[in-house]
């Protein structure tokens, strides 16, 4: 439960631009969607699939580090790491287990699979998308496990994208057609408390010398 007296107290730290922009940006934060990457080798496409899910109002990121684990590119995400949370899998199924307990259906894109392309989508579905290994694309388990196949309609000679680029495609798609819509996808008023909170605490300094003295003075 966020401290809604301490929340206030730590806002007057802020500027007045700063605090619209947590506003307006909270505004156009969802769960409704979410992202997964599966031991994506080079580091900066993982940066960069997070750096996305952040202009595209993405708030939750799931990376699934099975085979390959490293730090997040900072360079890269451009300090999207702040704003987005992650949440790190040590295996496929758990990743798996845990979205589909939060109600997501798991949406494998792949180029692949004739299931369903891009703008055909139905973006009423709480949904994951799974992205895979930049050689070999998702594994098995996921493919398995995937409620539903997605696609980009693609004309040329190559017969896929970067996975950074295939992610920014359809999340501006996805998220577009979602504000259209008159479904709930935004964050409830519990979650964006708590994200205020959090992002104040990774603004300030002195955060916790800060909060010290005002449980001091209560």
Known sequence: MVDLKLLEHLETYLTENRKAR???VLS????HFTVATEDVYQLHNTSAVIRSCDVFGI??????????SKRIDREIAMGAQKWVDLNRYHTVSDCIS???EKGYQIVATTPHKDDCELHAFDVTKKSCFFFGKETDGLSQEVLDAADCYLKIPMVGF???????VSAAIILQ???SKLRQTNINWQLTEKEVLEKRLDWITKTIKSYDEIVARFYSQQ
């Open 22 to 24: 947590f506003e307006k």
């Open 28 to 31: 156009q934060r969802t769960k």
């Open 59 to 68: 708030q939750e990121v799931n990376i699934v580090e099975e085979q390959n």
């Open 98 to 100: 845990s979205l589909k």
């Open 158 to 164: 190559t017969e896929s994208l970067n996975i950074s």
């Open 173 to 175: 798609h996805v998220t």
